[in-house]
Nanobody
Framework: EERPVESGGGSVLAGGSLRLSCAAS????????MGWFRQFPGKEREWVAHITVSGNTYYTDSVKGRFTLSQDNAENSLYLLMNSLNPEDTAMYYC?????????????????WGQGTQVTVSS
């Protein structure tokens, strides 16, 4: 399976929105879950949200109510709609997929990662 490809990053003003996309390959039903992570400069990669193959979604507290995760298995794609962005959301965002038979917020769960897309929010 090829690595996922992210798109949709960019620069926005605080309060604005962006929609990240992740194009995956292979059979979507072999991927038990897909998720988004972000990495701030000098920091470890941190979990943002993930979605299971059955469509259950989970979010880190700081993005609940602002970010919405969705997937389109027919299009083999994952989306992250980010509203009410603030400068603290500025980071590199990574899409990740897991074919392991479990799902979690831990990066080690995921065995296929994209190269990332930069999100910059200015005040």
């Amino acid at each position: 399976e090829e690595r996922p490809v992210e798109s949709g990053g960019g620069s926005v003003l605080a309060g604005g929105s962006l929609r990240l996309s992740c194009a995956a390959s292979g059979d979507p039903y072999r991927r038990y879950c897909m998720g988004w992570f972000r990495q701030f400069p000098g920091k470890e990669r941190e979990w943002v949200a993930h979605i299971t193959v059955s469509g259950n979604t989970y979010y880190t507290d700081s993005v609940k109510g602002r970010f919405t995760l969705s997937q389109d298995n027919a299009e083999n794609s994952l989306y992250l709609l980010m509203n009410s962005l603030n400068p603290e959301d500025t980071a590199m965002y990574y899409c990740a997929a897991s074919t392991r038979p479990y799902c979690s917020h831990l990066p080690v769960t995921y065995n296929n990662w994209g190269q990332g897309t930069q999100v910059t929010v200015s005040s």
